[in-house]
């Protein structure tokens, strides 16, 4: 199972009160992420986007079903995101990858499925 979130920040679109509050709900959810997994078996880190190639995230779960979150955390990213994806989930790594150019960060969030 993997769950990708992707927030589109444009502030050519919106004004920057707009994007500053975006950016404090990110906040609280990965607060509320943090909190729920101290009862499970969950990590999370942060890397940035790579575009197709993709970014190899390593981890030490050690499970071979689990789920993965990810959640763009740069509200201002130079160019555009795109569609977010998964693959080579593999016990102890999966690799990320977008569509778009921007290399902008994220945190990821890994979560046992059993």
Do not use: C
Not at 3 to 22: A, C, E, I, P, W
Not at 23 to 35: F, H, S, V, W
Not at 40 to 59: D, L, P
Not at 64 to 78: E, L, N
């Amino acid at each position: 199972m993997t769950l990708t979130t992707n927030y589109s920040f444009d502030k050519s679109k919106r004004g920057h009160q707009d994007v500053d509050d975006d950016i404090g709900r990110i906040a609280d959810n990965l607060d509320l992420i943090d909190a729920a997994i101290k009862d499970r078996e969950s990590e999370k880190g942060a890397s940035n986007f790579a575009g197709q190639g993709g970014i190899t995230i390593t981890h030490n779960l050690n499970l071979a079903s689990y789920g993965v979150t990810i959640v763009q955390t740069d509200a201002d990213p130079i160019g555009s995101v795109g569609e977010i994806w998964v693959t080579d989930i593999a016990v102890n790594s999966f690799v990320v990858r977008n569509s778009g150019s921007a290399i902008t960060s994220f945190t990821w969030i890994t979560h046992n499925t059993t």
